[in-house]
């Protein structure tokens, strides 16, 4: 136990130089929106609410049966651009789902396993050395879901009477929830996916979703990896004109002991002029921001070229 | 006791340590956090891509020769909500960047600000709502000029 203490005495100590070398992104210091406040009360209940259930998708199918019996409401307008960027800080959750194991705002932390716990040390050394490639983002792969989540820079979510897409401008990544009533994919034809399977329903105006036939994968830059047995539910709300709030419920037995909870906020970005737009995200278009990992886990670029007009294919 | 104490102990450590990571694609630490370096040239070209924008600057030295340094940013998403457009840096523009430098010596940095010619700054970080859109740009002539 004393060695635990002494490591995290040490970490506590040296993270002001740490956080000083840190390249703290301008949202954290230059006008952020301030984020609407949860409760710890109201945190610690909707924590509470997965736990009555065997399994998230029990968990789904109550809220399902439930909502079966109310009348149906137009579907709501989510129509811009949205971001997590505002409402949040590479400190907290934002860039990779650090927020996945870190305390709730009671201060309560997520009931982790072993494996988990050991990942965790083992990343956190890794990121006290510098050593942060990431097996996803640094070769262009897709973050995948649930990190997906936490993921920067600008989102659209499509609403339609049959399915919503989610999407989010780094690497292209798109969600479809099926809202027509179908079920997940056959057993027979399931095989792990970065953005797993999702399907959903609507309860007034908040969708509700079920994602499982994820793949194994990251959850971040240095964290547990999930496996194919991570689960979650989220229930999707305009709770203001500029906020789209996330309640999102994850269970995977790889990792935790229980279901774990949060919360994510998506703030409406300012378009006025109509200028900002979801562009297509060619992550090999620049020869210059190629990455290769060290041997020791750190990150190095392939080398640069700086003759000019090398992102330019066709003088190539 | 140990066992129950470990969970705890790792995931407020996890609190302190994460700041460290904040780029999107890569990590930041080809780059020298603590350090800057300011120089003036010319922009030789503006890569407007993803996920890592780059502007190509032209340095003259004291010997007369020329050595190209490139200046790494966020993607043109960000970029756009920074009011930073493709065509404000154009080949020819007097410029001077100010960046945290690569480890390793190349002519190379993370772009902290810019400050062309004219006085204008281009900050191409995260900011938060006050955007070009909606409130001062930071890319304006008033901003404050680079020292």
Request: contains cysteine.
């Given at each position: ?28 210091t ?17 924590h ?15 809220m ?8 149906k409401?137009p ?22 789902g ?18 988990a ?10 990121t ?8 996803n ?5 897709p ?8 993921e ?5 979510e ?12 780094q ?14 994919t ?6 792990p ?8 329903f ?21 964290l ?34 229980e ?22 995200w ?17 990150t ?6 700086f ?7 066709s003088?190539? | 006791?140990?066992?129950?104490l ?11 340590l ?9 990590g ?17 070209e ?11 600057v ?30 404000d840096l ?52 008033t ?5």
């Amino acid at each position: 136990m004393l060695k635990q203490w002494i490591l995290l005495a040490a970490l506590i100590v040296a993270s002001p130089p740490l956080l000083a070398q840190a390249p703290v992104p301008a949202a954290s210091t230059q006008g952020q929106q301030v984020a609407p406040k949860q409760s710890p009360e109201e945190w610690q209940r909707k924590h509470d609410e997965a736990l009555k259930y065997h399994s998230l998708e029990d968990f789904y199918n109550a809220m399902k049966k439930d909502a079966a019996g109310k009348p149906k409401l137009p579907l709501p307008d989510w129509s811009g651009l949205w971001t997590a960027d505002y409402y949040d800080t590479f400190r907290d959750c934002l860039g990779g789902g650090g927020c996945y194991f870190k305390p709730g705002p009671t201060g309560a932390s997520p009931k982790l396993t072993p494996v988990a716990l050991a990942e965790l040390k083992r990343g956190m050394e890794m990121t006290a050395k510098g050593q942060v490639y990431d097996e996803n983002l640094s070769n262009c792969g897709p973050a995948g879901y649930p990190r997906w989540l936490t993921e920067p820079f600008m989102r659209e979510e499509i609403v339609t009477p049959n399915e919503t897409w989610l999407l989010t401008e780094q690497m292209n990544e798109i969600r479809r929830v099926y809202t027509d009533g179908r079920d997940h994919t056959a057993k027979i034809d399931r095989y792990p996916l970065p953005e797993g399977d999702s399907v959903g329903f609507w309860d007034g105006q908040k969708l509700v979703i079920h994602t499982d036939q994820l793949d194994a994968r990251s959850m971040g830059r240095n964290l547990p990896s999930q496996s194919e047995q991570m689960e979650t539910v989220e229930i999707w709300e305009k709770t203001d004109p500029k906020t789209i709030t996330v309640d999102v419920w994850l269970f995977d037995p790889r990792l935790y002991l229980e279901p774990w909870y949060v919360r994510r906020l998506y703030a409406l970005v300012p378009n006025p002029k109509k200028d900002l737009r979801l562009q297509y995200w060619d992550c090999h278009e620049n020869p210059n921001n190629d990455v290769t990992k060290a041997p020791d886990g750190d990150t190095n670029f392939n080398g640069f070229d700086f003759s000019g007009k090398k992102n330019d294919k066709s003088k190539q | 006791m140990r066992n129950n104490l470990r969970g705890p102990v790792l995931v407020m450590a996890l609190l302190v340590l994460s700041p460290l990571v904040v780029e999107a694609h890569h990590g930041g630490s080809m780059f020298e956090p603590q350090k800057e370096i300011t120089v003036t040239g010319v922009v030789k070209e503006f890569q407007y891509t993803n996920p890592h924008s780059w502007l190509l600057v032209d340095v003259t030295n004291k010997d007369g020769s020329v050595t190209t340094w490139g200046f790494e940013a966020e993607g043109p998403g960000v970029m756009m909500r920074n009011g930073i457009h493709k065509g404000d840096l154009a080949p020819g523009t007097k410029v001077t960047v100010t960046a945290h430098p690569m480890k390793d010596g190349t002519p190379a940095g993370s772009w902290v600000k810019a400050v062309r010619g004219d006085g204008v700054v281009f900050d191409p970080r995260f900011r938060g709502t006050e955007t070009p859109n909606d409130a001062p740009a930071p890319n304006s002539s008033t901003a404050p000029p680079a020292h």
